[in-house]
């Protein structure tokens, strides 16, 4: 939250207030029922990016901005409620990022965690500790905390991502690091393990060919993602929401100690309810047409549309296609929260 708190009671001498100044002391009693509200509140207020109002700026961004000289050439997608903060809520940084065919983001590593969800074009990777992860739309790849990374393109293509990460979050423990760029240098594998290791659910390698990172998958490729949904989907009764939970094959905790990641589907005309929780979310529409309920708010949506429902704000998702399934990603701060006993849901309605 970005309002000061009020730290001086009028009501009390001046000299008084001015002596506590001096020594570096503050009333309570003025700011407690801000510090601690009797509601839940957050200035982050629910939004909507559309694509294709966004898409034009950053292929402006690639016309202007040199990657040698951004470096990572992204925009920011700043909650309205939140005075101008690179974040998307509270704890949650978001942003578009686009690479041109021949260009290399360099290498680097930092405390935050990251995650990428492809939005468009094809032929680009990020390296992650030496593993080449191609990216393909609606491929998942995480860049853990400390993690070497970097971004390359040999397609033809402008290619396109939302990165999430924990930065804002990250901050407020005055714990944000980042070492210094280097020339990427080329991946030491073809690969990444969700092309050979971990290819089906409820398997694991007995000894794996990657290092040991704690992080044994960094990539979910879309195509294993979707024909999963569309499996349950084609089971689950109409009345059972049908969506799948990134998860660390090896331990099945959330792929990021920090962040959550899912994806949902909506067979056609399907209302998918979520109730309100204490965890913030960021959704990104991978396919389908739609409309969105966020508090009091209502978006319609598209491929490639960003939203975004700050803490304790029930959603609800609407598939308006008449045939068509719809399918949202969603990261979340709830690990974080989790973590932190700060996890609450109401019961659903
Ligand atoms: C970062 O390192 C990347 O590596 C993307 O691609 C977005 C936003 C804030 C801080 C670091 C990347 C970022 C970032």
Redesign the pocket.
């Given at each position: 939250m970005t309002t000061t708190l009020t730290t001086r009671d009028e009501s009390l001498p001046a000299p008084y207030s001015e002596a506590l100044d001096a020594l570096s002391v503050g009333p309570l009693w003025t700011a407690l029922h801000q510090l601690l509200p009797n509601e839940r509140v957050t200035a982050a207020r629910p939004h909507r990016w559309r694509w294709r109002e966004v898409r034009p700026q950053l292929l402006e961004a690639a016309r202007l901005v040199p990657i040698e000289q951004a470096?990572?050439r992204?925009l920011?997608l700043r909650n309205p409620g939140l005075g101008g903060a690179?974040a998307v809520t509270a704890t949650l940084?978001a942003?578009l990022?686009i690479i041109l065919p021949g260009e290399a983001?360099p290498s680097?590593h930092?405390t935050?965690a990251?995650l990428?969800l492809v939005v468009e074009g094809r032929g680009a990777y990020?390296t992650v500790d030496g593993v080449k992860c191609v990216m393909e739309p609606g491929d998942l790849i995480i860049?853990p905390p400390m993690r070497w990374?970097?971004?390359g393109h040999e397609g033809r293509e402008p290619v396109v991502w939302l990165?999430g990460?924990d930065?804002p979050l990250v901050r407020s423990f005055d714990a944000?690091w980042?070492s210094r760029m280097r020339a990427a240098r080329p991946p030491g594998t073809g690969t990444d393990s969700s092309q050979d290791e971990f290819t089906a659910a409820g398997l694991v390698p007995r000894r794996s060919r990657y290092e040991d990172t704690g992080y044994p998958q960094v990539r979910w490729p879309w195509s294993t993602v979707r024909r999963a949904l569309a499996s349950m989907a084609a089971a689950a009764p109409a009345d059972q929401p049908v969506g799948l939970c990134y998860v660390n094959p090896k331990t099945g905790a959330p792929p990021l100690a920090t962040m959550g990641c899912e994806c949902q589907w909506l067979r056609p005309g399907e209302t998918a309810r979520i109730p309100r929780r204490t965890s913030s979310a960021v959704y990104q529409v991978i396919e389908g047409r739609g409309e969105s309920r966020v508090g009091d708010a209502t978006f319609a949506w598209e491929p490639g549309d960003t939203l975004v429902a700050p803490p304790w704000h029930a959603v609800e998702h609407v598939n308006l296609a008449p045939a068509a399934p719809a399918c949202l990603f969603q990261f979340n701060d709830e690990p974080a929260v989790r973590a932190l006993g700060l996890w609450r849901e109401e019961p659903p309605a």
């Open positions: 470096e990572r992204v920011v690179y940084f942003g990022q983001a680097h930092h935050p990251a990428r990020t860049t990374h970097d971004h990165d990460l930065i944000s980042a």
